[in-house]
Structures are given as structure tokens and as C-alpha cells.
């Protein structure tokens, strides 16, 4: 199992990055959308060159599987890498709306307005120890940063060293092939660097996935200083599953497939993982059988690293011990990893210690619940506060399922029907994020095309010159961006 670097970075080194991502920023901001996704292309097609070298890397220093996982999550990253190229490419991101002079506006007339976004300046992103390549060194923060002209000093994930060295070598590479100033991008090792440069007045914003406890404490670095700044924190999650009576009764073997093999999913290790399922009692019996029988047959498999391992093994512990839950099936431990574990409480008990159970077990190990009524069903949704996802299995007349819709929608930034929540699409509509805890703010997502916004801060020109103005305000749209005039969307051809 993989050891968790301590090494640092000085004091020295990271304020020579700070100083020149302050430099780099005052360049990149007039560089060109198109500039900036010729950009990403280059470093989605040098990660693409080097998978031979990078997914053996991360193999060794994770333990996922090359096959499928390590391969298709480098290739996600490539595709999130051209995504968010295409997406600044044309312009729309900045969100361009000019309102024309008018004397006899209500209210006591109107100015010429012109507002646009701008990148917000340098972003520091902490790197996940679970994706090493989707949320990490290339990942989809560093992306959509670098995407809108923010520079990026990327905080590594101790989990996998060696390989957060050699993708930081080609992103660098890459960039100034392209031309982007030095400074655009840096790597930087060790927490105290990290919690140096969310402290620097230097930089603007910061991005972070992991636990709720370094989330939490980076976010209040964050808003401790004298000049706060976002942090965009994707935190913990425990995604509950809720299945009503109708679905169980005509489907609970599929269900129980599903669930098994999603919580499974690379050894649990997602924040998407569903760790809790809420079932009738009266199929819970026959589910839980066809678990336990199905959960034998389960390999033990490898955690990513020693800290993820120990934090696993504590939170199963708690939930273990508590006196309202049983346990339902667990394998035999192995040098490989531990083995998968289903635990068992009664939604009235669940009910009575919420705040106990409903708690993130990062790695193999999750919560069959089961409820005597609809009504306690529904109980138990609203006892939820903020969720990356919330699912529902129902049939298509089933009467609780609006209501469960309802309910989950206002706690949840994905709410899935008869689906599972392992797996993020990279997309336009994709919204990964929800209310805290699951993130520290819920109107922002770290996947898809929206994840721009989090970087990009507006201004509004008034009265001034056109000499003046940023080229995108200019009469005549001489870049021809999609903008809205006097409130009507006039889009490019």
C-alpha cells in the first residue's frame, strides 16, 4: 500500500509560483478563448501520447486496475479537457449583455451598461487521492480554471506522487508550446504550502475534493481572511437510494444487483457511492439474502492509500458498533484491502440516530435500511440536509414518488430515478455539487461545461469609450460571441 508523501514545498519556492501566477494572470486575462482552448487541446493530446507511462504510474501508486478504470478515467479527463475547450471557444461562457442608453427607462433612465465575465485571477486546486487523473492534477478544476485565463498552482494529492509529477511535467509543456505565459501553471507538494497559498493575497479562489473535515478547515482558511475568497469544496456525500413499495415488489433482485454493484465500485472509493438503501421490510428479507449470498462472491480489493484505509476501518468500526445497527454480510479482510460490508438498521432506529448513521464510510461498506410504511419512507427523506445525489426507484404511477422527488430535489444536486449514482457524466447539464455538507456551495458544479462559472466574476462598463472597453463589449462584435442586447439573445451564425 501506498505511503502518503510528507514532502513540502518551501516557503521560498511557493511564493516565487504565487509571484508568478500574479504575473501570468495579467497576461492570460486579454488572451482569446480560442487561444485558451488550443491550450487544452494540447495538454488533452500530450495526456493522450503518454498513457503508457502515466496509467502503469497510477496503477502502482493507487491500486486501481488499469482496465477499465485507469484507462477510461484518463481518457475522461482528456474528453473534459476538449469539452471545456469547445465551450470557450465561441465565447458564450463570458455571458456578454449590453443595454443601450434610454432616457425614458423606469426608474430614472439608463445608462450604456456593458457586462461580461472575468477570470477571477489565480486559483489554488487541491487534487483528489480517488480520481488520479479526472479530479486531479488535469483534472476538471484545473480545466475549467485554466479555461476562462485563470493560472493554476495545483496542490497535490499525497497519494500518488510520482504520478502528480509527471502529469504536472506535460500540462506545463503543453501550455507554453501553446504559448501561454510562465506562471499559467505550478505543482506544489505538501499541506502546509497548500494552506500557505489559500492565505496568499495573491490568490483569488480555490477548489477542493475530499473529506468534510479538510474541506471544511480549507474553507474556513479561505473566509478567514482579510479579503475572503471562494473556496469550492466537494465534500462528503452518503447518496441515499430510495425504493418505494411498487419497485421492490416488482423488482428487487435487479435493485439488489444494482445496489451491490455500485457500492462495490472500485472498492467504494467514489463520492458517489451509495451508502445508504431504504427498502420495505417486507422485501427486506429476500434483498437481504440475495446480498449476502451475492457479497460472498466479492473480492477484497486494495484502497487507494494507508489514510483512506485507516479512515475506512474507523468509520466501520463506529457504525459497527453502534447498538441500533447489525450486520448484515462482510467477507474476510486480505493483504489486498478489506472486504465488503453490509450493515442492517430499521428506519425507526435510523430515524432516532440519524446524525450517527448517515455519515460517509469512504470505501466498501454500506446501509440496507428498512421501512414499515411509505410514510416513514418519506420521513426518512426529510431527514437528509445536502447530498452530491439522491435516487429514487419507483413505477410510473407509484404515488410516493413525486413526494420522494420533491423532497430529495430541495437536499441533492442529482436527483437519479431507477438509476445509480456512480458516474458523473461530463456534460452540459451535469450538475455535481448540493447543498453543504456536500459541498460549500450548492450553486456551483466541478463537472460539465457549467463548472466555468466557478473561476469568473462580472463587470459591468458604464458610459465608457469604446477604445476603452474590452474588445467583446465593443460595438459591431468584432468577436463574434453570442450576447444579449437590450435584453434579446442575438447568438452568432
Known sequence: MTRVSDEDTTAREL???LAAASSAYERLVDTSGEVRARALRRVADALDDAVGDLVPLANDETGLPVEPRLVGELGRT????????????????????????????PAGGRPDLRRMLRPIGPVVVFAASNFPFAFSVAGGDTAAALAVGCPVVLKANPGHPRLSAATASLVSEALGEVGLPEGT?????GEEAGRAAVLDPRVMAGAFTGSNTAGRALFDLACSRPDPIPFYAEMGSVNPVLVTEAAASSRAGEIADGYLASFTLGAGQFCTKPGLLFLPAAAGPAVEERLVAALAERPTARLLNDRVADGHARTLSTLAGHPATRLLAAGTDSAAGPAPTLLAVSAADFLAHRSELAVECFGPTSIVVTYSGEDELVACART???ELTATVHGEGEDPVAAVLLAELSGRAGRVLWNGWPTGVAVTYAMHH???YPATTSAAHTSVGTASLRRFLRPVTYQNVPQHLLPTVLRDGNPLGVPRRVDGVLTPVD
Request: no cysteine.
Open 15 to 17: 511564493d516565487a509560483v
Open 78 to 105: 482528456t474528453f473534459q479537457l476538449r469539452l471545456l475547450a469547445e465551450a470557450v471557444a465561441d465565447g458564450g461562457y463570458l455571458e456578454v449583455a449590453l443595454d443601450s442608453p434610454d432616457p425614458h427607462w
Open 185 to 189: 501553471f505550478a505543482l506544489v507538494t
Open 384 to 386: 437528509f440536509t445536502g
Open 433 to 435: 455539487g448540493g447543498p
